[in-house]
């Protein structure tokens, strides 16, 4: 988890509070409330999938190996690519046919093979 530090403004803003100009007291109220968000936001933590366009699906393949099998998605675009996070036992899967914004088509080498996926 990020541990956010609020920024050190320059030391303009550090001078006689009596002595800034509107544009100065403006600037410093703005910055304070951005510096506050981001410090919300980094604190309570960034998810993977808040910084990259993604979906993560399981995927059991077919009972017989190297069997199409139309697997929904629900990136809502026509992925490109995709990378196995993770699966119950060995096995390749590939792709078996053009992707659409709804669907996967897939293979795998092994049947009834559990796996995670990372669509992007």
Do not use: W
């Amino acid at each position: 988890m990020t541990k956010f530090a609020d920024p050190i403004f320059p030391t303009v803003f550090s001078a006689n509070p009596t002595e800034f100009r509107k544009f100065d007291k403006d600037l410093i109220t703005v910055l304070g409330s951005l510096s506050n968000n981001l410090k919300l936001i980094l604190d309570a933590g960034i998810d993977f999938d808040d910084n990259i366009d993604c979906v993560f699906i399981t995927y059991t393949s077919n009972v017989v190996a190297n069997t199409q099998d139309t697997i929904a998605h629900g990136l809502g675009k026509i992925p490109i690519g995709f990378v196995v996070i993770d699966r119950d036992k060995a096995g390749v899967v590939f792709r078996s046919g053009s992707s659409t914004s709804v669907n996967l088509f897939l293979k795998c080498n092994v049947a009834s093979t559990t796996m995670t996926l990372m669509v992007f």
